[in-house]
């Protein structure tokens, strides 16, 4: 079993950064994909970033060359560095871990995600 706390949400202008943090308890962190995802006011929950147990990072489209994932084994925890945030980076945003064999995992299905966070409140205003 897995516990994962997310934190760093808040309020920023456009252009503005942002460091989410996502800390997990229970054994075996180095063994999950983790994931991070977003769900937006009236919109369905979306991928956004994952990085594998070897440190291979995947990202969407819209967030490429503006996120970095990147995990720590010895803290167990991973962090979605956010930088020129837009006014559609506006959501929630999810903690998610996977278990092996990961189907899917690295792009983005939610199925292959084990245990989810409670979420934490990004805001861009424009």
């Known amino acids: 079993q897995v516990q994962l706390i997310e934190s760093g949400g808040g309020l920023v202008q456009a252009g503005g950064s942002l460091t989410l943090s996502c800390a997990a308890s229970g054994r075996s962190f180095s063994n999950y994909c983790m994931g991070w995802f977003r769900q937006a006011p009236g919109k369905e929950r979306e991928f956004v970033s994952a990085v594998s147990v070897t440190g291979t990072t995947y990202y969407v489209d819209d967030v490429k060359g503006r996120f970095t994932i990147s995990r720590d084994n010895a803290w167990n925890t991973v962090s979605l560095q956010m930088n020129s945030l837009k006014p559609e980076d506006t959501a929630v945003y999810y903690c998610?871990?996977?278990?092996?064999?990961?189907?899917?995992?690295?792009?983005?299905?939610?199925?292959?995600?084990?245990?989810w966070g409670q979420g934490t409140q990004v805001t861009v205003s424009s």
């Open positions: 998610a871990a996977a278990e092996y064999p990961f189907l899917g995992a690295y792009s983005g299905n939610e199925n292959a995600y084990n245990y």
